[in-house]
């Protein structure tokens, strides 16, 4: 996490909002902004570092890279290859996913196939946004710029050669591209020649929008959805999980997926409190966490999932 704490009072100088209005809407009460010139490589790169060292792997033999973000620090390239040049990682390839808040649980399907495939033996995937350099923090946007954080997170990947069962038991990814505008920035467009035009700034349509009810009816549909066929798939029951990482998009959507899925509250990992709604970085940093805080111990089943704009959303199962 960058170090800059955004609490909901800060936030009330800003805009037409109240510390209390985001605690009951979503469970808010500080969140993370990098300062102006961090990018959104610079805090991957530091997750990533972190992730290394943690793993304790010799970087030399770290042979791909999968980075996921809806906010890359440029429109091209993406921060994949800005991670490798900043951890000098040579010329492995390097692969931007874009799946928004469900981008870490794609980025782990996509490299668990290439390992299990035998194509990569060790990979880094880290999941990274700054947000806040692009909210519209008036009134107009308030219903997003309270919601969203910056941070970044990092695991690294290797087959597991043992035959314990330990690792990822399955993926499963979703979408439904009808739903786009729901949750979407708008601008820039390739359809508009030429692309960046002053009238779109003043409309303000270079901000990310969301229709907030939709968003929230189907993130509490699908992510129950998609852990139930994740259990199905591996012939295993909900009282099987032992910890459960929502994407942390809002707390009343993890609480309605725990109540969906009939999964004690106290199995379920919630730290949108501090951290905000970090997309893509959401689930790394909250893994993190728990397992730093003895909340996930080794032989746990762990399931992930996710919801965000795409629509996209997925899940997957770990034994860690
Ligand atoms: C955004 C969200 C918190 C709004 O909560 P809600 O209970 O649906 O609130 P409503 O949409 O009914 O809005 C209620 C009112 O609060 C206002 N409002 C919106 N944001 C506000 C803010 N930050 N502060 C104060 N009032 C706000 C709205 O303008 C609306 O006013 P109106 O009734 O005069 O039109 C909620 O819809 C949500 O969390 N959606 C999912 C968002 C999400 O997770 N997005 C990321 C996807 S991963």
Same mark, same amino acid.
């Given at each position: 996490m960058p170090p800059k704490v955004v609490t909901n009072q800060d936030l009330e100088k800003l805009m037409e909002t109240s510390d209390d209005w985001i605690r009951q809407r979503s469970g808010i009460v500080t969140r993370h902004h990098v300062e102006p010139g961090i990018g959104t490589s610079d805090l991957a790169a530091e997750a990533a570092r972190r992730a290394i060292e943690d793993a304790k792997v010799d970087p030399a033999t770290i042979d791909f890279i999968v980075a996921a973000t809806l906010s890359p620090d440029y429109y091209f390239p993406g921060i994949g290859v800005l991670v490798q040049a900043k951890l000098g990682l040579g010329h492995i390839g390097a692969l931007d996913i874009r799946d928004q808040c469900s981008g870490f649980i794609y980025a782990l399907a996509v490299s668990d196939q290439f390992i299990r495939t035998g194509t990569y033996r060790r990979i880094l995937l880290v999941a990274a946004e700054v947000q806040s350099s692009n909210l519209d923090f008036s009134d107009q946007g308030r219903d997003m710029a309270v919601l969203f954080g910056d941070g970044a997170g990092a695991v690294i990947l290797e087959p597991n050669d043992s035959g314990n069962g330990r690792g990822i038991l399955s993926t499963h990814l979703y979408a439904d591209g %009808?739903?786009? #505008?729901?949750?979407?920035?708008?601008? =820039?467009? #390739?359809?508009? %020649? =030429?692309?960046?035009r002053p009238e779109f700034f003043d409309q303000g349509r270079f901000f990310p929008r969301m229709d907030g009810r939709n968003v929230f009816v189907n993130a509490c549909q699908r992510m129950p959805e998609a852990v139930k066929a994740s259990l199905e798939q591996n012939g295993l029951t909900v009282e099987d999980i032992d910890v459960l990482i929502p994407h942390q998009a809002n707390d009343r959507i993890s609480l309605m997926v725990a109540k969906g899925l009939k999964i004690p509250e106290h199995k379920v990992i919630r730290n949108i409190d501090r951290i905000g709604n970090t997309t893509a970085a959401s689930i790394p940093i909250a893994l993190d966490e728990a397992v730093r805080e003895g909340r996930i111990k080794s032989g746990h089943l762990v399931a992930m999932t996710a919801f965000g704009s795409g629509y996209t959303w997925a899940s997957a199962l770990v034994r860690w």
């Open positions: %009808n739903f786009a #505008s729901h949750l979407w920035m708008e601008k =820039p467009s #390739s359809r508009d %020649n =030429p692309t960046f």
